[in-house]
């Protein structure tokens, strides 16, 4: 389980810089509020997701991610995105080191995410941004975390036209420092994403995740198959939005589940020059 969090993670990271910031960009009537927001150098979002998945070797396991977002300009030409994720778990314990036995239930906090993106401003219809992500080893419990402190590259494009959002997120992370007695951290990330903007401000998501953990014995790729539909709306003039997603594991090792159902919810908000 901890390698599943850590991956999971790594997803919402990738996912949040592409999604929360182009979720509302694909659609064909906009309202004042919306066009604010595509229109302001700075937003605040708060992204919540709840992962729940069936079919994993040490059981099921549901996880929760609270995960505030924010940019700001740098200058005119360039803007810094930045996100934190607080990531809360009811999940499996596993084995901390080999020849122990399985653990219990395990409920709490895992690792703290944060991760940096520095963005050029819009110019087109392509968009792309570099930085460091890093993270913390602050689980309430071993079993939710790695107890390691990682670090690594990350980068993000995305492609975008009046009714379509294309993207690609590829992240590799590399442990620094941490307990030496569990396994390091050396994983990559790539993601793919599709969005298709519907009538009456439905939406199409598909946003499969392709990770490596290049030390696990085994299968190290999962290759996960899927999609949902989602819905904007607004509350006191701010734009909200809503998505139901299933996926199936294609590609997996042993253990990881079969199947997860995701629930999200995103509230977003402008703020500053435009």
Same mark, same amino acid.
């Given at each position: 389980?901890?390698?599943?969090?850590?991956?999971?993670?790594?997803?919402?990271?990738?996912?949040?810089?592409?999604?929360?910031?182009?979720?509302?960009?694909?659609?064909?009537?906009?309202?004042?509020?919306?066009?604010?927001?595509?229109?302001?150098?700075?937003?605040?979002?708060?992204?919540?997701?709840?992962?729940?998945?069936?079919?994993?070797?040490?059981?099921?396991?549901?996880?929760?991610?609270?995960?505030?977002?924010?940019?700001?300009?740098?200058?005119?030409?360039?803007?810094?995105?930045?996100?934190?994720?607080?990531?809360?778990?009811?999940?499996?314990?596993?084995?901390?080191?080999?020849?122990?036995?399985?653990?219990?239930?395990?409920?709490?906090?895992?690792?703290?995410?944060?991760?940096?993106?520095?963005?050029?401003?819009?110019?087109?219809?392509?968009?792309?941004?570099?930085?460091?992500?890093?993270?913390?080893?602050?689980?309430?419990?071993?079993?939710?975390?790695?107890?390691?402190?990682?670090?690594?590259?990350?980068?993000?494009?995305?492609?975008?036209?009046?009714?379509?959002?294309?993207?690609?997120?590829?992240?590799?992370? $590399?442990?620094?420092? =941490?307990?030496?007695?569990?396994?390091?951290?050396?994983?990559?990330?790539? *993601?793919? &994403?599709?969005? !298709? #903007?519907?009538?009456?401000?439905?939406?199409?998501?598909?946003?499969?995740?392709?990770?490596?953990? $290049?030390?696990?014995? =085994?299968?190290?790729?999962?290759?996960?198959?899927?999609?949902?539909?989602? *819905?904007? &709306?607004?509350? !006191? #003039?701010?734009?909200?939005?809503?998505?139901?997603?299933?996926?199936?594991?294609?590609?997996?090792?042993?253990?990881?589940?079969?199947?997860?159902?995701?629930?999200?919810?995103?509230?977003?908000?402008?703020?500053?020059?435009?």
């Amino acid at each position: 389980m901890v390698r599943c969090l850590n991956s999971r993670r790594v997803f919402l990271l990738v996912a949040a810089c592409i999604a929360v910031s182009d979720v509302w960009r694909p659609v064909s009537a906009q309202s004042e509020s919306v066009r604010e927001l595509r229109e302001a150098r700075s937003f605040f979002a708060l992204p919540v997701e709840l992962d729940v998945d069936r079919g994993a070797a040490n059981g099921n396991a549901a996880i929760m991610r609270i995960m505030p977002l924010y940019t700001f300009p740098l200058g005119d030409s360039w803007k810094l995105v930045n996100m934190t994720i607080v990531t809360l778990a009811d999940a499996p314990g596993t084995p901390l080191y080999p020849g122990e036995p399985g653990a219990g239930k395990v409920t709490g906090a895992s690792d703290i995410l944060h991760a940096s993106f520095f963005t050029p401003e819009r110019s087109g219809r392509f968009i792309w941004g570099v930085g460091p992500m890093l993270s913390l080893p602050t689980a309430t419990d071993p079993a939710l975390g790695s107890e390691k402190w990682s670090l690594g590259p990350a980068f993000r494009l995305t492609y975008t036209t009046e009714n379509w959002n294309l993207g690609v997120v590829a992240g590799q992370r $590399w442990s620094i420092a =941490g307990t030496s007695n569990r396994d390091d951290v050396n994983q990559l990330v790539i *993601r793919g &994403f599709v969005r !298709r #903007g519907l009538p009456d401000d439905w939406y199409f998501v598909s946003a499969p995740l392709i990770v490596a953990n $290049w030390d696990a014995e =085994g299968e190290n790729w999962s290759v996960p198959l899927g999609g949902g539909f989602g *819905r904007k &709306f607004e509350i !006191r #003039g701010h734009p909200w939005a809503w998505s139901v997603q299933g996926y199936y594991n294609v590609i997996k090792p042993d253990a990881a589940p079969d199947w997860f159902a995701r629930f999200a919810i995103i509230a977003a908000i402008p703020f500053g020059e435009k």
